[in-house]
Every structure is written in structure tokens, then in C-alpha cells.
């Protein structure tokens, strides 16, 4: 691992040297993804290039590998974890292997199996497969995206890479209004979409297959569907136990020093607590910041005493915050407005002068409902039984009723479906703010064109399903999983996230909404089974992953910068500064918090003038 290029030509040509130093190029925007090394194949067709981080031992093999004198070609981003085991399978079958690579084990797969393949493969990835006799070029990204995949297709080429800073320079780069709009609703851009009209990104849980002078087809291989069935709870308890810490083993094989980071509540604490059974000096790692609620260091050190592991902590200044949130921006390709992206960059960097790989807790308030949002169906049950036409009564009086007042988003979100009320984790502004904000705002491209879709595969589910299924596509895939690739490979660190797990999401999707949101708290079973495992100040510990103070920093520290970056901003043909400014006003009165949304600006106003520069 870690990053790759490729590019299928529709037709065939020698490589040029001019051609060599235009991918050396493309090939250095990502060289951080995997600093030990690369490595290059072209042939009159196909050209792949690879940028390796090592976390195995020497004898894995390098990348491109091939195999069959040539045939058959791979680059390979990710970690089988059942590689050993389907080792032994295939050898007994009668293959034999020249490496301890599991790269080699994957596409030895594939010869033996095609894409049938993806169904044996307990891990994340992406990749490409060159098959150079039937020249056709196969790609493919895991169930639940956690390795990134763009591509870009024109005329000439189809281009695929692990990092869409690559892919520019390869065709048109154009600005996509809509989905701007898609951003400043969800604090991203949804997959498979990007900032860039020609560019998107390969779908989770998806293949494709391309040959020259024939169409890209590109197929599902697997989807994640909530399953859940009558289970007595201590049986449930178990299962999810036993599924979890199999997959923390799992993900710590390898010959490199493995760490973790520590934020003293449940996930990351089970995570470690499960690591130590394997590594019993594992270092954990954890940042904070000096304004009082807004630093786990206190409870990380706590937690960390008590499962007698190591811990590495780093306070952040708002200064140094400032002077590296440039960077961030710049590693995240397209523009990510959670701030919880700036401690993560830190941590990493901290991470990096250890280890090389680092465990973390993210997937937990997917698979097993942690987020307080969730409860809501519950809390909002009493509109159930309220006539429509009181309902719509209600909703006409809350309207007319001023931001910050008591009852007011009560009574909107009880009157309001499931499905127009919630967009997921991270809802900015609504329709009628961006139609204030955007100067290309078009009605036609409602959030709802994002989330409909995704409402309409599910009916059935109960509310809180829904409302998983919706954040594991859109939440999950578009931020979680993209900040922590990004700000780990930023510093060369491989970063793994035993919940997003195929194994323990088969074992989540069991639960019912009543295990999950039960006695006055979320994620009821999953804290039941690291009962005893973690300690039990813990297992309830406030939820506050790396919490960044913007609300009281746009309010004093970042003042000046703020006001600064919205006026010397080259997007007066996007956005409405005079809005935004009046936002930045309001919030510095204390009279309502615009915090998230004043940063998804400034964010974008950043990335977009690192953007801009690019195509000067």
C-alpha cells in the first residue's frame, strides 16, 4: 500500500518521455501516501504507477506486481485480513507464490476467481488489475469506501487514482455548481460526486471493467443492509464481543510498531483496550486544545492509566491551528468543513513519530447508533398521533417564531417526515439560506436529490435504520471515512478502523433500534459488551471526538483571519460576502450560534483559492 495511478488508453501508443514526466508529476502530488518507495508499468495500452508505505515485513513484494509472465498486472491500496487464510486455501489448490505479499495473494484470487473474488476478501481496499492478453483494465473499492477511488474519463483516456489532486491536468476541470450546493447542505459532496463536473469517485462496493474502444461497465458486488432479528440481548452481547475483538487482532497484523488513538470514551477505549490483549505496550495518542470542554487529554490520560497503556498527548494552539488548517484543506482534494479534521491532522503527525500504523474508533455511531440524533424518533413518537391538520397548524406557528427560541425546532422537526428532516449528521444551511448564500443556487438541486434515493431502497426500515442507513452512505463515506484517510496519509500513517468491518457490521445489522437506543442512552448493546472491558467510567463518557472551540474562536482568536479570508476571497461570483459577514456579526453577538455554517464558508473560500491557483 498506499497510493495509485492508472490510465487505460483508448488507443495504443509507446510511452513519451514527455508522457513519463507528466505522470512523475501526477505521481508526486501523492508521493506523502507512501513515502518508502514507488514503482511504475506501462505497456502500449495501460500505465500504472504506485506509491508504497511499508507496513509489513521486507519481503513483501513491490508494486506494480504481475503475474503469469507478465499477464496480469495490480496496484493495490488496502489490507486483506484474511489474506493467510486464503493463502493456504489457493495453495491447496495448487498456486504458488513468490512473495508474502498480499497483493499477490488478491490477484492470484482473481485468476483463480474473477471478480467472484471480491466475495472472499475480508478487508479494505481499492485497486486496479491490468489483464494484458484480454486487455482490459478491472477496479475496485470495498463495501464501505474507507479507500478512496477517483476517476476521470475522456476521449482518450480513463484515469483512476487514489488522490483526485492527480487526475488534474489529465482533462477539462470544471467547477460543478450543483454540487456546491450538495456541499453547503451536508458540510461535503456526496459520493460518487465531486467539486469537479468530469471527476467522481468509484462507488463504494462497486467493480468496474473497461477495454479499449468499448464503454466503461461498472457492477455492484456487495451492499450494507440492516438484517434485524429476534435475539435474546446476552446473545447479542456476545456475538458483538466476539466479532470485534477478532477484527482489532485482525487489524494489527503486521511487522511495524501499531498504536492508537485515545479519546476516552467508549469506541476508542474498546479498540484499545482489545489491542492490548495482542500488544501490551501499545502507545495511544490524543490531542486537545487548552479551553476548558473542548480537550479529552484529562479523560484520554484517565482511561489510559486504567488499561495500563502508554499515552501521547499534543495541546493545539490557535495559532498553529491557523498556520496548518492550509494543509489540511489542501490533502482533503475536495473541500471537508469538519473541523474535527485539524486535531485529527495533529494526532497523526504525533502518530507518525512512532508508529506507522494507528487503530482508531471511527464506524461505532454507524453500525451500532451512537449518535444522539438517533433518539430523536423516539423523542418526536407523540407527533405520531397528532391530525395532520394540527400538525400543519403547529408547523405554521414554529415558522413564524425566531431562530433560538425555546420549542421552536421541537415542534418543526416533530411536523416534519423523516425523510425531509434529515440529510444525516452534518445539515448547514437549508434550501432558502443557499439560495441567500450561492449566486448559482438552482431549486432543482434540492438536498433531497442526494438522500431520496437512498430513502427509497430502505421503506421498510424503522426510523432509526434509516437514519444509520442514510449516514453509512453519505456521513460515513463522504466525511468520517475521507478525514481520516486524508489526515493519516498526510504524514505517511496508515490508519485502521476495526468497526468498519465486514464481520461486525454482519453482526450490528442484527440489532434491533430497541438494543441500540435503550435506557435513557445510544449504542445499548455495543456498551453492554465492553462492559468489563473497558473501564466503566467509559463506557459513558459525554461523546466529544477531538472537539475543536470554532464557536468561541470565531468569536475572539479568529475575528481578524475570518473577516480577512471572506474579503480577499476570489469568489465574489459564487458567494454572497455580504451574507456571510452578516452571519460572522450575529454569531460574534452571541445571539445565535452560526459557527458550522460561518466555517463551511471559510473553508471553501480557502480550498477554492488553492484551487483557483492550480489552474492559473
Not at 491 to 509: C, I, N, T
Amino acid at each position: 500500500m498506499s497510493g495509485f495511478i492508472g490510465y487505460l488508453l483508448e488507443e495504443q501508443r509507446d510511452l513519451q518521455t514527455n508522457e513519463w514526466q507528466s505522470f512523475n508529476q501526477m505521481m508526486n502530488k501523492m508521493v506523502h501516501r507512501g513515502p518508502d518507495g514507488n514503482g511504475f508499468y506501462a505497456d502500449d495500452s495501460v500505465r500504472l504507477g504506485f506509491q508504497d508505505l511499508q507496513t509489513l515485513d521486507g519481503s513483501q513484494a513491490s508494486q506494480p506486481l504481475s503475474l503469469m509472465d507478465g499477464r496480469y498486472w495490480i496496484v493495490f491500496d488496502g489490507v486483506i485480513h484474511n489474506h493467510r487464510k486464503l493463502r493456504r486455501k489457493l495453495k491447496a489448490e495448487g498456486y504458488t507464490f513468490e512473495t508474502s505479499s498480499q497483493a499477490e495473494v488478491l490477484l492470484t484470487l482473481f485468476t483463480d476467481k474473477n471478480e467472484q473474488a471480491l466475495q472472499d476478501i475480508r478487508g479494505v481496499f481499492s485497486f486496479l488489475i491490468w489483464d494484458k492478453q484480454e486487455k482490459e483494465l478491472f477496479g475496485a473499492r470495498d463495501v464501505f469506501g474507507i479507500k478512496p477511488f477517483y476517476m476521470m474519463e475522456n476521449e482518450n483516456s480513463l484515469y483512476c487514482a487514489s488522490e483526485m489532486k492527480c487526475l488534474y491536468g489529465c482533462g477539462e476541470i470544471e467547477l460543478d455548481h450543483k454540487e456546491l450546493q450538495h456541499y453547503f447542505s451536508f458540510q461535503y459532496v456526496p459520493d460518487p460526486r465531486t467539486t469537479q463536473k468530469n471527476f467522481r469517485k468509484l462507488e463504494p462496493g462497486c467493480y468496474f471493467r473497461k477495454k479499449p474502444g468499448e464503454a466503461l461497465c461498472i457492477e455492484s458486488f456487495s451492499k450494507l443492509e440492516f438484517k434485524p432479528v429476534h435475539m435474546a440481548m446476552d446473545k447479542q452481547v456476545k456475538n458483538i464481543r466476539d466479532a470485534l475483538r477478532e477484527s482489532v487482532h485482525l487489524h494489527m497484523q503486521g511487522d511495524v510498531p501499531v498504536g492508537a488513538f485515545l479519546s476516552g470514551g467508549v469506541d476508542s477505549s474498546s479498540v484499545v483496550a482489545l489491542a492490548k490483549e495482542i500488544h501490551p505496550t501499545i502507545p495511544t495518542f490524543t490531542v486537545g486544545f487548552e479551553r476548558e470542554a473542548y480537550s479529552e487529554i484529562t479523560i484520554a490520560q484517565e482511561t489510559a492509566e486504567k488499561l495500563g497503556v502508554e499515552n501521547i498527548h499534543y495541546v493545539i494552539t490557535p495559532e498553529e491551528f491557523m498556520e496548518e488548517l492550509p494543509k489540511v484543506i489542501w490533502h482533503m482534494d475536495d473541500p471537508v468543513a469538519d473541523p474535527a479534521s485539524v486535531p485529527l491532522y495533529f494526532a497523526a503527525r504525533e502518530a507518525r513519530k512512532r508508529v506507522k500504523v494507528v487503530l482508531s474508533g471511527e464506524g461505532a455511531d454507524e453500525l451500532f447508533g451512537g449518535y444522539n440524533i438517533y433518539r430523536e424518533p423516539g423523542a418526536l413518537k407523540l407527533f405520531d398521533y397528532t391530525p395532520q391538520t394540527i400538525q400543519f397548524m403547529l408547523r405554521a406557528l414554529a415558522n413564524q417564531l425566531p431562530e433560538g427560541i425555546r420549542g421552536k425546532s421541537f415542534i418543526e422537526r416533530g411536523t416534519t417526515p423523516l425523510e425531509e428532516r434529515f440529510i444525516g449528521n452534518a445539515k448547514l444551511f437549508d434550501e432558502s439560506e443557499k439560495n441567500t448564500l450561492l449566486k448559482y443556487y438552482q431549486l432543482a438541486y434540492h438536498h433531497e436529490r442526494v438522500t431520496q434515493p437512498l430513502y427509497d431502497q430502505v421503506p421498510h426500515y424503522p426510523d432509526v435504520h434509516k437514519m444509520q442507513y442514510i449516514d453509512l452512505h453519505t456521513w460515513a463515506r463522504g466525511d468520517i471515512l475521507v478525514k481520516a484517510d486524508r489526515m493519516s496519509k498526510a504524514h505517511g500513517l496508515e490508519l485502521r478502523s476495526p468497526f468498519f468491518d465486514r464481520d461486525v457490521f454482519r453482526v450490528a445489522s442484527t440489532l434491533l433500534p430497541e438494543q441500540t437506543i435503550a435506557n435513557g442512552t445510544t449504542k445499548y448493546a455495543f456498551r453492554e459488551a465492553m462492559r468489563g472491558i473497558v473501564p466503566d467510567s467509559a463506557l459513558y463518557n459525554k461523546k466529544l471526538g477531538f472537539p475543536v472551540p470554532i464557536r468561541h474562536w470565531l468569536r475572539n482568536e479568529l475575528d481578524e483571519w475570518a473577516k480577512d479570508v471572506i474579503k480577499t476571497s476570489p469568489t465574489d461570483h459564487l458567494i454572497n460576502k455580504t451574507y456571510v459577514l452578516d452571519l460572522l456579526e450575529i454569531h460574534q453577538l452571541g445571539r445565535v450560534d452560526y459557527s458550522r455554517e460561518i466555517w463551511a464558508v471559510l473553508v471553501f473560500m480557502i480550498w477554492y483559492r488553492q484551487y483557483h491557483n492550480t489552474l492559473e
